[in-house]
């Protein structure tokens, strides 16, 4: 039954299209193409594509499976981007408030911010070898994904979420309106109570802003990163592992997987961003 | 430089003595925006600030409430007292926390003198009943109209309960039957609390409304061109005799408040 009342908009009927038709376009495409050329093991069709997704538990090259080495992705993106949480939020707020720190780091900052994570590797691997999060506590083999967690990793994708979260959370320290910060003081607010009441809550958009930035990049970076040496798992190993056998349905059922994960975890971020932030972009 | 007041005057709450300002503007040349003001406002007193835009009414305001500094001149209030226990300000804009409900905007105050969170609570509900928001104590303030932001910025200031109210402008921003209905409000609130306002406007029908006195400020810098004391029993007609006089005396002091220093 359809509401009279209520009548889709250009927008509805545009988001609707894009879900539908225009995938099933693409898909088409690809699907007459890969007919066309007929040289499958460059050019898979999508059939064969969508094999690969609908097994995502079957070994490849005795690597592990798709979805295995997906989690392995995943379990090192969100340790790295848990350290890089807590580093940017902490030295963008203290940055942020006090005026002689940001002079004394804002330089070292403009400089290590345009530098790639991924340039960071060999260093990463000459400081922390292949050591895993397990042997930093003494547990030589846990038995546990972890064993595929390196530090190196982490290290890498603590540079890929540090400088969003960082620079968002200055920003939005530095950008708190004069006058919150003046009622909040003629209304008996000391200087810790400034800040745990007025800073961090006129700031947390830009703080949750700084982390969808930060899960992003550090889906982005973890991705190149496996594919470099000193990895040995993960979905960007399997890919290019993959690519090295000129097995293209497994190369482009991970491509697949890499862009939905991504298009996830930014999705997750706005709905939290929304159910934390009711008063958001309603500014008085 | 909060000191106590040293004049033997009548009780005042508030006094402002020999207070100037000078801006430094881009270019460097020093804008004067307040020249040697003296000002007090008795316990309980209503004064109204009235003058042209950019005469440095704010700016008055802001030194007093410690947000600016005065090259010159002090600022001082009744014995026992400071600026930290009694001031509070309602502004003309951004009076409220925009990530606050309502009732923790209203609680705010209360909540940094450390005040548990029934105690305040009930404190903040009987004020937002009191400015007749009630029912929307969990409404963020986005949700709310500009009239009833600003019955809720009074609330806020309020909870503190001040010994002076400062405001700037506070209605300014609304319209006609709104801004009536508030100043109604404020004059109750101000009856039965009996603080002292000191209430910046640029409206000359609402200082005689409002005011028990009006210091009328002249063109920058801003120099105190006449006080009137507005002694008509309240609520006051608009529409009789000695109202519309007085309204005439504020215009023409602010007519040759104007016109001394274009002769300058």
């Known amino acids: 039954m359809r509401d009279p009342t209520r009548n889709p908009s250009a927008g509805d009927r545009s988001t609707l299209l894009g879900w539908t038709v225009v995938p099933a376009v693409l898909l088409a495409a690809w699907y007459v193409g890969a007919a066309w050329i007929d040289r499958p093991w460059l050019y898979p069709s999508p059939a064969r594509v969508a094999e690969q997704l609908l097994h995502p538990l079957r070994d490849h090259f005795g690597l592990g499976s798709l979805a295995g080495n997906t989690l392995v992705s995943l379990v090192r993106v969100v340790l790295g981007f848990a350290v890089a949480v807590v580093f940017g939020v902490v030295l963008g707020l203290l940055l942020g408030c006090v005026r002689t720190l940001r002079g004394w780091f804002e330089p070292c900052v403009e400089i290590l911010r345009p530098l790639c994570p991924i340039a960071w590797l060999p260093f990463a691997i000459a400081v922390f070898k292949l050591e895993t999060v397990p042997q930093v506590f003494g547990v030589a083999h846990s038995g546990t994904i972890l064993d595929h967690v390196q530090l190196g990793m982490i290290f890498i994708l603590f540079w890929g979420g540090f400088f969003p979260i960082f620079t968002c959370t200055l920003d939005g320290v530095c950008g708190v309106r004069r006058n919150y910060i003046s009622l909040a003081r003629l209304l008996g607010a000391g200087r810790l109570q400034r800040f745990v009441h007025v800073y961090l809550p006129a700031s947390l958009p830009m703080i949750l802003t700084g982390f969808r930035q930060g899960i992003g990049t550090c889906w982005f970076v973890i991705i190149a990163a496996e594919m470099l040496p000193g990895s040995d798992s993960g979905i960007g190993y399997l890919l290019m592992y993959a690519a090295d056998l000129c097995a293209m349905d497994v190369v482009i059922a991970s491509m697949i997987i890499i862009g939905v994960i991504g298009a996830l975890l930014n999705f997750a971020m706005r709905a939290a961003m929304r159910t934390f932030l009711r008063w958001h972009g309603k500014e008085i | ?264």
Not at chain 2, 41 to 66: D, Q, W
Not at chain 2, 150 to 162: G, H, K, S, Y
Not at chain 2, 211 to 224: E, F, H, K, M, N
Request: aromatic residues 6%; charged residues 20%.
């Open chain 2, 1 to 264: 430089m909060t000191t106590p007041c040293h004049e033997s005057v009548p009780p005042c709450a508030l006094a402002v003595q020999r207070v100037s300002k000078t801006f430094c503007s881009a270019r460097g040349t020093g804008v004067q925006a307040l020249e040697s003001i003296d000002l007090a406002v008795g316990s309980g007193e209503f004064v109204v600030l009235i003058g042209p835009t950019g005469c440095g009414k704010t700016t008055l305001l802001n030194i007093i409430a410690g947000l600016d500094h005065s090259d010159r001149g002090q600022v001082c209030f009744e014995a026992g007292m400071n600026r930290e226990n009694a001031l509070a300000y309602v502004f003309q804009h951004y009076t409220l926390f925009p990530w606050r409900r309502l009732l923790a905007n209203v609680a705010f105050g209360l909540q940094m003198q450390g005040k548990k969170r029934p105690a305040r609570n009930a404190a903040a509900r009987a004020l937002l009943g009191n400015v007749g928001l009630g029912h929307f104590e969990h409404a963020y303030p986005h949700e709310l109209s500009g009239g009833m932001r600003q019955r809720a910025a009074i609330a806020q200031a309020l909870a503190v309960e001040p010994r002076i109210l400062l405001m700037d402008e506070p209605f300014g921003a609304l319209d006609d039957a709104t801004r009536k209905d508030l100043q109604q409000l404020l004059i109750d609130l101000w009856q039965t609390t009996k603080m002292s306002v000191l209430f910046v406007t640029h409206n000359i029908d609402e200082a005689v409304v409002m005011a028990d006195r009006i210091v009328v400020l002249s063109d920058r810098p801003g120099r105190i061109v006449k006080e009137i004391t507005v002694d008509l029993p309240r609520p006051r007609d608009q529409l009789t005799k000695p109202f519309t006089s007085r309204l005439l005396e504020v215009r023409q002091a602010m007519y040759s408040g104007a016109r001394s220093v274009r002769d300058t």
